[in-house]
C-alpha cells in the first residue's frame, strides 16, 4: 500500500509518502519520502504564529509539496492506496485547508480517506524511528508549541490523556520568553543557543506542581518571574536592554526550569503507570539539554526511552504513517470528516 500523508495542524506544510501493509500487524511503514515548507520566514516579524498567515500560507504551498513529496518518493497519483491526515488538533483555518486537499484527492482516487490526531502521529514518529523495536505500550510525553501532555499509550491507536498543561504549552513559552529577551523566533533554539553560554542557577525560577501528584503542567508563572526578574516586579511597560551576560543567564535558568518540570512528570506518569517505556514527541523534543537530561533520568529507572530524530519531532506528515494501522483495523473516514481544534479528552469515569 502506498500512503500519502499531509499535515497542516499549525505552520508546517507537510507531505510524505510511505509504503507499508494495510493489514494488522507489527510492521512499520517505510518513509518514502517527506518534505516540509516551513512559515517561519512568515511569522518572525510577529514573534509568534498569526492564524490567517498560516492558513493562506497553506493554500499556496499544499499543492506544491504534494507533488514534491511524489516526485521524491518516485510514484504518482495512480500508485496512491489511500490518503491520510492530521485533522485534531490544530488551527482550524489550517486544518481545514490540509483535509479539503485530503478529501478532493481521495474522492478523485477513488480511495479510502484516513483522519488522522497530531499528538498520535507526534508519539507514533518514535516508531517510525525505531522500525524493528516495540515501543508500544509507553508513557508518551507531547511537548510542542501548541501542546505539552502526557498520555498512557497501551497502543499507537490506544493512546489516553493523562494531563496536560493548564496555560501556556513548553515550545509556547520558550517563545514568549525569547521575546521578552529580545532574541529571535521560534524561541526553542535561539534560547537553547544563548542557555549555553549562561548559568541555569543563577535565576531561582519556579518549578510548577512539581511535587503535585497531578500530570499537569503550568509556564505561566515561569513566564512572569522571567519578566520579573528581567523589569523588577510592578514596572512600567518599555524597552529593556539586558547585558549580554543576564540574558545568557535567563535563558539557561527559564531552560532548566522548564527541563525539570518536564523530566519530573515524565517520571511521575511513569511510577503511576508502571510502564518501563517512555515515547516522547514534538518540536520541544529537539532542545538539547531536555535530551540530556531526561536520558540521564530514565537511564537512572531502568526505562526504555524513544525520541525520533530531529526531522521527526518537529510537524511532519510522515508521522501520519499511523494511518496505516487505522486502515487494517477498519477506522476510515467518510467525506464529511471535520476537523477538530481541541484535545480529545479522557473518558469520564463509570458510576459505580
Not at 535567563?250 to 522548564?258: K, P
Amino acid at each position: 500500500m502506498i500512503l500519502l500523508a499531509i499535515e497542516t495542524t499549525c505552520d508546517e506544510t507537510g507531505a510524505a509518502v510511505l509504503e507499508g501493509p494495510a493489514t494488522p500487524g507489527f510492521v512499520v511503514p517505510r518513509i518514502l519520502s517527506s518534505v516540509v515548507s516551513s512559515q517561519i520566514g512568515l511569522h518572525q516579524p510577529f514573534g509568534g504564529v498569526v492564524p490567517e498567515i498560516a492558513s493562506r500560507a497553506h493554500v499556496v504551498q499544499i499543492v506544491p509539496m504534494i507533488d514534491e513529496a511524489l516526485k521524491r518518493a518516485g510514484v504518482g497519483l495512480k500508485d496512491v492506496g489511500a490518503v491520510a491526515v492530521a485533522t485534531r488538533p490544530g488551527l482550524v483555518g489550517s486544518l481545514v485547508v490540509g483535509l479539503t486537499a485530503a478529501k478532493a484527492l481521495a474522492l478523485a482516487l477513488d480511495v479510502p480517506l484516513i483522519a488522522v490526531d497530531h499528538l498520535e502521529g507526534h508519539l507514533y514518529a518514535c516508531q517510525l524511528a525505531h522500525p524493528d523495536l516495540e515501543v508500544y505500550p509507553c508513557v508518551g510525553l507531547v511537548v510542542s508549541g501548541g501542546h505539552t501532555s502526557l498520555y498512557s499509550c497501551r497502543g499507537p491507536l490506544d493512546c489516553e490523556l493523562l494531563g496536560g498543561t493548564i496555560d501556556d504549552a513548553a515550545g509556547e513559552a520558550f517563545d514568549k520568553v525569547a521575546s521578552l529577551l529580545g532574541l529571535g523566533y521560534p524561541g526553542g533554539p535561539e534560547i537553547e543557543r544563548a542557555a549555553k553560554a549562561g548559568n541555569a542557577r543563577a535565576f531561582a525560577f519556579p518549578r510548577s506542581f512539581l511535587r503535585d501528584p497531578r500530570l499537569a503542567f503550568s509556564f505561566s508563572g515561569l513566564k512572569t518571574a522571567v519578566l520579573y526578574a528581567l523589569r523588577g516586579p510592578n514596572q512600567e511597560r518599555g524597552a529593556v536592554e539586558p547585558t549580554p551576560e543576564m540574558t545568557a543567564d535567563l535563558a539557561a535558568s527559564f531552560q532548566e526550569a522548564v527541563v525539570d518540570v518536564l523530566v519530573a512528570k515524565a517520571r511521575q506518569a511513569l511510577e503511576q503507570t508502571g510502564m518501563r517505556r517512555l515515547g516522547v514527541g514534538g518540536g520541544v523534543a529537539a532542545n538539547g539539554r531536555f535530551r540530556e537530561k531526561l536520558g540521564a533520568a530514565m537511564e537512572r529507572m531502568g526505562v526504555e526511552t524513544f525520541i525520533p530524530p530531529l526531522s521527526l519531532c518537529t510537524d511532519n506528515a510522515a508521522m501520519a504513517g499511523v494511518a496505516l494501522l487505522k486502515l487494517a483495523a477498519g477506522q476510515t473516514a467518510e467525506l464529511d470528516v471535520d476537523v477538530a481544534a481541541g484535545l480529545v479528552r479522557p473518558k469520564p469515569p463509570r458510576p459505580s
